[in-house]
T-cell receptor, first 115, second 113 residues
Framework: DGGITQSPKYLFRKEGQNVTLSCEQN?????MYWYRQDPGQGLRLIYY???????QKGDIAEGYSVSREKKESFPLTVTSAQKNPTAFYLC??????????????FGPGTRLTVL | AQSVSQHNHHVILSEAASLELGCNYS??????LFWYVQYPGQHLQLLLK??????LVKGIKGFEAEFIKSKFSFNLRKPSVQWSDTAEYFC???????????FGKGTTLSVSS
């Protein structure tokens, strides 16, 4: 089955700790994205990557970091510098970034709670 | 900068009522337009999309949307809602020259049987 997997589904972290959220896709998509979803806020872009070894900051990148060493994988690290990390995190991918017809496909999400 | 505005935060309807959810965007160039739906406990999934051509697009589960370029709008409609349509609906836009989608804040639809 082609798709996007995110793990873990639920994650608990103590304040001051870094934590890494996993995102893997087997759709052979070039572009991958991380969004944060908060109630009443919609989805806000954290980082995106158009191609391996390249990524750009989104609207709310402060306190987050990413890597794109492989086409299939785009892990997100939530650092201790992120002031309000408790949220639902969604990973997405699209065949290409920008241009015509760049429908994004979403993973099931990871709910992060900082204790 | 692009932005997307969804007019209604929470809509409550009875089964068989008609639905229209408003979406307006701000961007002067060519855009791709999307409506996504998030059913309780499920992935965000695509309802329908517009790239070019006929401004009235049909999606899954009887939903349709109309792109009105002069009004920068892409409203979602369904003639008769069902209880199973209870979900959160997101409008999203991206410019052809851009990369990531810009999402609206979402509209929660509650349908009572």
């Amino acid at each position: 089955d082609g798709g996007i997997t995110q793990s873990p589904k639920y994650l608990f972290r103590k304040e001051g700790q870094n934590v890494t959220l996993s995102c893997e896709q087997n759709l052979n998509h070039d572009a991958m994205y991380w969004y944060r979803q908060d109630p009443g806020q919609g989805l806000r872009l954290i980082y995106y990557s158009q191609i391996v070894n390249d990524f750009q900051k989104g609207d709310i990148a402060e306190g987050y970091s990413v890597s794109r060493e492989k086409k299939e994988s785009f892990p997100l690290t939530v650092t201790s510098a992120q002031k309000n990390p408790t949220a639902f995190y969604l990973c997405a991918s699209s065949l290409l970034a920008g241009g015509h017809d760049n429908e994004q496909f979403f993973g099931p999400g990871t709910r992060l709670t900082v204790l | 900068a692009q932005s997307v505005s969804q007019h209604n935060h929470h809509v409550i309807l009875s089964e068989a009522a008609s639905l229209e959810l408003g979406c307006n965007y701000s961007y002067g160039g060519t855009v791709n337009l999307f409506w996504y739906v998030q059913y309780p406990g499920q992935h965000l999934q695509l309802l329908l999309k517009y790239f070019s051509g006929d401004p009235l697009v049909k999606g899954i589960k009887g939903f349709e949307a109309e792109f009105i370029k002069s009004k920068f709008s892409f409203n979602l409609r369904k003639p008769s809602v069902q209880w199973s349509d209870t979900a959160e609906y997101f409008c999203a836009v991206n410019a052809w020259a851009g990369t990531a989608l810009i999402f609206g804040k979402g509209t929660t639809l509650s349908v009572s049987s």
